[in-house]
Structures are given as structure tokens and as C-alpha cells.
Nanobody, 123 residues
């Protein structure tokens, strides 16, 4: 029905930058809020940043001023520009999106998760 695919993770030195992408595809009618979460080993998953369909954004305290979330509605894609990366940013980053999609002859709406992309920041 619907799939989210993340890309852009990798290994970077402290102070460096990475840009993550998450593209939604399938029987999509509309994409509402899109969020980035991350989960480090032994830690709970935490919200990194979110953006609504009207481009209102929010950020976790630990990334404010360093990360920027944006979206391209024509491509059903959300981005996360990560600058001034720190070793504590190391985690698997997940995309989550609330999507209205066609299901048979009706419409349904729920949240979908991507498979995750690893970000590793070396000191």
C-alpha cells in the first residue's frame, strides 16, 4: 500500500554534515505530518524533528540550531539536514509519516515507519 524509504545515512566525523531523505510511495492520497526519530543503542526512540503539511516545524532540544527539516510535497519526500554533528547524534534515524491512502474503494489514514538509516559520528 504505502512505503517509506530513507537514505543518506553514513559515517561522518564530528563537526561534519549529512542530509537524510525519506520518500513515501504507493497509493497515496495525501501526506500529513512527517517526522524524524532516532534511536541509539539501549535508548528509547526520540523525536528529532517534525514538519506539518503547512510547513510548521518542531525540533528536539538537542538538535535545535544544528538540524533543519524540510519537505517537498510534490515528491512526498522529507529531508533532514544535519550540521555540526556530534558523536551523541549517532543512532538509527527513522522517518514517520501520517498518510491518507487508498484502500480498496475507501480511504484510510495512519502512520507509517521507514526501515531506518544508520548515522555514525566519530570523534
Amino acid at each position: 500500500q504505502v512505503e517509506l524509504v530513507e537514505s543518506g545515512g553514513g559515517l561522518v566525523q564530528a563537526g561534519g554534515s549529512l542530509r537524510l531523505s525519506c520518500a513515501a510511495s504507493g497509493r497515496i492520497v495525501s501526506v500529513n505530518a512527517m517526522d524524524w526519530y532516532r534511536q541509539a543503542p539501549g535508548m528509547q526512540r526520540e523525536l528529532v524533528a517534525g514538519i506539518t503539511s503547512s510547513d510548521t516545524t518542531k525540533y528536539g532540544d538537542s538538535v535545535k540550531g544544528r538540524f533543519t527539516i524540510s519537505r517537498d510535497n510534490a515528491k512526498n519526500t522529507v529531508y533532514l539536514q544535519m550540521n555540526s554533528l556530534k558523536p551523541e547524534d549517532t543512532a538509527v534515524y527513522y522517518c514517520n509519516a501520517e498518510i491518507t491512502y487508498r484502500s480498496g474503494t475507501t480511504y484510510s489514514k495512519r502512520g507509517f515507519w521507514g526501515q531506518g538509516t544508520q548515522v555514525t559520528v566519530s570523534s
